[in-house]
């Protein structure tokens, strides 16, 4: 079965800091890797995808990713944390065949003005 | 933006009373999806729903539940008698296409048991 680790459950970075934010993924294949965005009492919006194309992803409000094979980490950065930021990260998986997303725990980031 | 929209916001429903979340995903969506994130846990996939059947389904979605695209625009899941245990919040979400198109989210329906 497929995993997924999320390292670290909050993050705290001052205003104009990076925002690296670790994923994990386990799985013998590549698979379709998504960043997700949870601002309080709303649902989940994408932030980017990888889907085998470019490793390094671009994705909205300035975030980026790189999928790294050898290390099975897709971690999420951001160069210079806005307190709009705030919000709970999740990364996210799914096979290249099937329909589910397995779900990251999930970090809470707080930006300190 | 089209999104997909969820009704009600917040549930509260007595333990063995049935209740029904509804859903509607974006209109030229394919692929419908619930979810469910209990309070502190991961989000974990519940069900996804394809040409009018379950195409997949995880080990929570047992016989008490039940989806249904009743009409061309919702989508909904049905706990026949609910649990404390199922209190949670539930995610609608949808997508063109199974391969790598993300899925899009509700907000999502927060179910209270007493």
């Known amino acids: 079965a497929q995993s997924v680790t999320q390292l670290g459950s909050h993050v705290s970075v001052s205003e104009g800091a990076l925002v690296l934010l670790r994923c994990n993924y386990s799985s013998s294949v590549p698979p379709y890797l998504f960043w997700y965005v949870q601002y309080p009492n709303q649902g989940l919006q994408l932030l980017l995808k990888y889907t085998s194309a470019a490793t390094l992803v671009k994705g909205i409000n300035g975030f980026e990713a790189e999928f790294k094979k050898s290390e099975t980490s897709f971690h999420l950065t951001k160069p210079s944390a806005h307190m709009s930021d705030a919000a709970e990260y999740f990364c996210a998986v799914k096979k290249a065949a099937g329909n589910k997303l397995t779900f990251g725990g999930g970090t809470r980031v707080l930006v300190k003005p | 933006e089209p999104e997909v929209t969820q009704t009600p916001s917040h549930q509260v429903t007595q333990m063995g009373q049935e209740v029904i979340l509804r859903c509607v995903p974006i209109?030229?969506?394919?692929?419908f999806y619930w979810y469910r994130q209990i309070l502190g846990q991961k989000v974990e996939f519940l069900v996804s729903f394809y040409n009018n059947e379950i195409s997949e389904k995880s080990e929570i979605f047992d016989d008490q539940f039940s989806v249904e695209r009743p009409d061309g625009s919702n989508f909904t899941l049905k706990i026949r008698s609910t649990k404390l245990e199922d209190s949670a919040m539930y995610f609608c979400?949808?997508?063109?296409?199974?391969?790598?198109?993300?899925?899009?989210f509700g907000d999502g329906t927060r179910l209270s048991i007493l």
């Open positions: 979400a949808s997508s063109r296409s199974e391969r790598n198109q993300p899925q899009h």
């Open positions: 209109s030229n969506h394919l692929y």
